[in-house]
């Protein structure tokens, strides 16, 4: 089946302490994307990758990182989560260029609390 | 610099009617691609239907439709025949068709499906 699956599914953590989720496709996309979704404020992009170690801030980087070392793997990098990190977080891929008209394939999402 | 808007935070409707949820966008692109996504209480995100600019054609599928209307930078979705799945979340969201191929989201309405 293909899908995106974005790991762990709920995580509390505490302040400072580095966290990573997971975010993995089966379907060959370049283009993945992490999103964090708040109410009110719909979606906004964290950082994108066009391709393997190719990647890019989005519109809310601070206190992230990402690594795309494989093509399939995406993983989104807290090093020193503070609670105004809490969130929903989303993984999403897609094909790049002309592919992109097909739209995105999302993760299941990851409810983060930072306490 | 591009911009999506959802007027309306929640709306409501009856079971079997229609109800149109409406989004606006700003852009000086002459090309890209819009979508409607659908974010259920389970909070997957499932494209629901997605609109190419060039194309004069309103996309259909199934229940759903769009009333995309370039020149004044609306794309509306019309949900024909209501069912109490449709209950959901519904993002608009435009993406470039080039450069970053950035996605842009509108911040959500809420439709409740009253049975």
């Known amino acids: 089946e293909a899908q995106v699956t974005q790991n762990p599914r709920y995580l509390i953590t505490v302040t400072g302490k580095k966290l990573t989720v997971t975010c993995s496709q089966n379907m060959n996309h370049e283009y993945m994307s992490w999103y964090r979704q708040d109410p009110g404020l719909g979606l906004r992009q964290i950082y994108y990758?066009?391709?393997?170690?190719?990647?890019d801030k989005g519109d809310v980087p601070e206190g992230y990182k990402v690594s795309r070392k494989e093509k399939r793997n995406f993983p989104l990098i807290l090093e020193s989560p503070s609670p105004n990190q809490t969130s929903l977080y989303f993984c999403?891929?897609?094909?790049?260029?002309?592919?992109?008209?097909?739209?995105?394939?999302f993760g299941s999402g990851t409810r983060l609390t930072v306490v | 610099a591009q911009t999506v808007t959802q007027s309306q935070p929640e709306m409501s409707v009856q079971e079997a009617e229609t109800v149109t949820l409406s989004c606006t966008y700003d852009t000086s692109e002459s090309d890209y691609y819009l979508f409607w996504y659908k974010q259920p209480p389970s909070r997957q995100m499932i494209l629901v239907i997605r609109?190419?600019?060039?194309?004069?054609q309103n996309a259909t599928e199934n229940r759903f439709s769009v009333n995309f209307q370039k020149a004044a930078k609306s794309f509306s979705l019309k949900i024909s025949d209501s069912q109490l799945g449709d209950a959901a979340m519904y993002f608009c969201?435009?993406?470039?068709?080039?450069?970053?191929?950035?996605?842009?989201f509108g911040t959500g309405t809420r439709l409740k499906v009253l049975a």
């Open positions: 990758s066009m391709n393997v170690e190719v990647t």
């Open positions: 969201a435009y993406r470039f068709t080039s450069g970053t191929y950035k996605y842009i």
């Open positions: 609109q190419e600019a060039y194309k004069q």
């Open positions: 999403a891929s897609s094909l790049y260029g002309t592919g992109t008209r097909g739209g995105y394939t």
